[in-house]
């Protein structure tokens, strides 16, 4: 098992930035892939980001948000620049056992309680 905790949540006007970080704790040497997802009222949980053996990010926030992961830590990072309105969602971390997990929460083993991050306008 995969314990996952997230922070730095938080609210934000449109334009500014956060770091939300995701500690792991038991296994993590079965977490091989690192994920951020979200969820906004009314919506389904997507794909934010992943970080593994690659870096993927969904298109609506490539070239706005970066993911790191610091092994040392059992920490994986995703900083959120640019943020809009519609960025407002809960974040959730996430970790998958597959090397190279597609997009879908399916693919993903375990789950953070996730955080909120409020983009006022």
């Known amino acids: 098992q995969v314990q996952l905790v997230e922070s730095g949540g938080g609210l934000v006007q449109v334009g500014g930035s956060l770091r939300l970080s995701c500690v792991a704790s038991?296994?993590?040497?079965?977490?091989?892939?690192m994920g951020w997802f979200r969820q906004a009222p009314g919506k389904e949980r997507e794909f934010v980001a992943q970080?593994?053996?690659?870096?993927v990010f969904a298109s609506s926030v490539k070239g706005r948000f970066t993911i790191s992961r610091d092994n040392a830590k059992n920490t994986v990072y995703l900083q959120l620049n640019s943020l809009k309105p519609e960025d407002t969602a809960v974040y959730y971390c996430?970790?998958?056992?597959?090397?190279?997990?597609?997009?879908?929460?399916?693919?993903?083993?375990?789950w953070g309680q996730g955080t909120q991050v409020t983009v006022s306008s």
């Open positions: 996430a970790a998958s056992e597959r090397a190279v997990p597609g997009s879908e929460v399916n693919e993903y083993d375990y």
């Open positions: 038991g296994r993590t040497s079965s977490a091989a892939t």
């Open positions: 970080i593994g053996l690659y870096i």
